[in-house]
């Protein structure tokens, strides 16, 4: 009777295992699972299946959302499709071999797992559907030898005739810590130049954190975000080649009360520098916020949050975005924009933009009015 006992025991043992490693592996709750086996043994069409916690597009609350926007499709190289940190440039008279007019930068960021970071490139026609460019090998950079060492953080843009793709190595094992900012460049999108090292920082305190360049006025400018006594702070340089650096300089950040600056995008436009700036309180909670600067980004006014979170797909936090301007009347831009959900499945999502009184708000795509648009559809 025992023995009996104790081979029933092993059996509902058994089967509560092999239940377990079905819902690991489909990536399922329990309930989603009973769903699905009571709706198998149905006579009649199922239910819809409840409680789709991760579904990308399920929305937070029962307000409607403000905003709706686009995930992008990306093949990065470790086979997820998830990354972050973009960054997007476009180019009138399209480039590289097939006259790609859009083309981005980011980095593939599984479930946050920042080894797998490392800069990988695509391109588009239209800013949405994106693909591999023909000849690209991603990821364009050899990860650093160090097990813990990774490179991340790219920021790129078009200048006489080439892309610079700036981006940051560290290695926050290695006594003492380090943090590298490495130039590469490309006349096609395909073929890379050597990196070359253009700054370093040693310490816990130096970070580099986020480079953001543009070139303005005839010069190089850099943002990126320091350590300083335990808060964070958003500080500039200066170049007149882009590769030797002035040491930095500490800005003026209006507006953010108890948040501190932790990444950033920045872009020139005609009456001033705009940025996307992503903050952060002591315990994580990242948003972006738009920000502005009329003092060539010494000083920067912070506009309160850009995007109020409102699907699965950015309930986790809203990370590092990108911005295009579109025209001037009115002032209208493309973001994308790096999200996580509270599993920390990261996505890149598209939304168009328009400034009013000083501030960005959410659009309708305005794929009809925009020549670029309208350009990559012929």
Not at 75 to 84: F, I, L, M, N, V
Not at 132 to 145: R, T
Not at 166 to 190: A, F, K, Q
Not at 290 to 300: C, M, V
């Amino acid at each position: 009777m025992l023995i009996a006992g104790l081979a029933c025991l092993l059996v509902v043992a058994v089967c509560l295992a092999c239940f377990l490693f079905f819902l690991i592996r489909r990536d399922l709750s329990p309930n989603i699972a009973f769903a699905k086996i009571k709706n198998r043994l149905k006579n009649h069409p199922p239910t819809l299946l409840p409680g789709f916690a991760d579904a990308p597009y399920r929305v937070l609350s029962n307000q409607s959302p403000h905003h709706r926007p686009t995930l992008v499709n990306l093949q990065t190289s470790e086979g997820t499709g998830q990354a972050c940190h973009p960054d997007v440039t476009y180019i009138e008279q399209g480039f590289g071999p097939a006259g790609w007019r859009y083309w981005m930068v980011c980095t593939p960021y599984a479930y946050g797992n920042f080894v797998q970071e490392n800069p990988e490139i695509f391109a588009s026609h239209d800013g949405v559907h994106w693909t591999i460019p023909d000849g690209v090998k991603n990821p364009l950079i050899p990860s650093p030898q160090g097990i813990w060492d990774h490179n991340s953080d790219p920021d790129m843009f078009f200048l006489n005739g080439k892309l610079w793709l700036y981006y940051r190595e560290t290695r926050p094992i290695s006594e003492p810590p380090e943090n590298r900012i490495y130039l590469t460049t490309s006349v096609d999108g395909v073929v890379w130049t050597s990196p070359a090292e253009v700054l370093v920082a040693r310490g816990e305190q130096a970070l580099l954190m986020s480079p953001a360049v543009i070139h303005h006025n005839r010069a190089f400018r850099m943002w990126t975000v320091e350590k300083q006594k335990d808060e964070f702070h958003l500080v500039w340089r200066e170049s007149t080649d882009g590769f030797k650096w002035s040491a930095p300089l500490q800005c003026t950040v209006l507006g953010l009360a108890e948040r501190q600056p932790w990444h950033l995008d920045v872009i020139s436009e005609d009456d001033r520098l705009s940025a996307l700036l992503v903050t952060l309180t002591k315990i994580g909670d990242w948003r972006l916020h738009y920000a502005y600067s009329t003092d060539d980004g010494n000083t920067w006014n912070v506009d309160p949050f850009l995007l109020e979170p409102a699907y699965e797909f950015e309930a986790g936090f809203q990370y590092r975005a990108t911005l295009l301007k579109i025209g001037s009347n009115p002032h209208t831009y493309q973001i994308w924009y790096s999200a996580a959900n509270r599993r920390e499945m990261f996505s890149i999502a598209y939304q168009a933009m328009v400034r009013e009184n000083g501030t960005l708000k959410p659009v309708a795509d305005f794929a009809d009015q925009d020549p670029r648009r309208s350009l990559a559809r012929t």
